[in-house]
């Protein structure tokens, strides 16, 4: 069975810096695209980021560009969001995600198939 676990997550301040990582137990990681996903209290979940299975391709929400990276180790099985310039309305639940073979997009939450359980990221003004 699949299994992502997110860490990372805890209080910053408002221009402050976390690094959120994901570790997943999965022989095939390093055949499938992963994501990063955020959803605040009372919000749909939305798309934050995503990576190629090779790491050589990856895409933002317009919120988070140049602000956020993400990046991978296959060998080691992790995904990683580097998030810098932090705002208040970055507050959330931060999930990572693995996407489904053969689909076509990345930011739709049903593209994805498995997912962690979530790491909250406060961000205080």
């Known amino acids: 069975q699949v299994q992502l676990v997110e860490s990372g997550g805890g209080l910053v301040q408002a221009g402050g810096s976390l690094r959120l990582s994901c570790a997943v137990s999965d022989r095939t990681f390093s055949s499938y695209a992963m994501a990063w996903f955020r959803q605040a209290p009372g919000k749909e979940r939305e798309f934050v980021a995503a990576?190629?299975?090779?790491?050589?391709?990856?895409s933002y929400a317009d919120s988070v560009k140049g602000r956020f990276t993400i990046s991978r180790d296959n060998a080691k099985n992790t995904v990683w969001l580097q998030m810098n310039s932090l705002k208040p309305e970055d507050t959330a639940n931060y999930y990572c995600?693995?996407?489904?073979?053969?689909?076509?997009?990345?930011?739709?939450?049903?593209?994805?198939?498995?997912w962690g359980q979530g790491t909250q990221v406060t961000v205080s003004s």
């Open positions: 990576i190629s299975w090779s790491g050589g391709s990856t």
């Open positions: 995600a693995r996407r489904r073979r053969g689909v076509v997009g990345s930011t739709n939450t049903e593209q994805y198939d498995f």
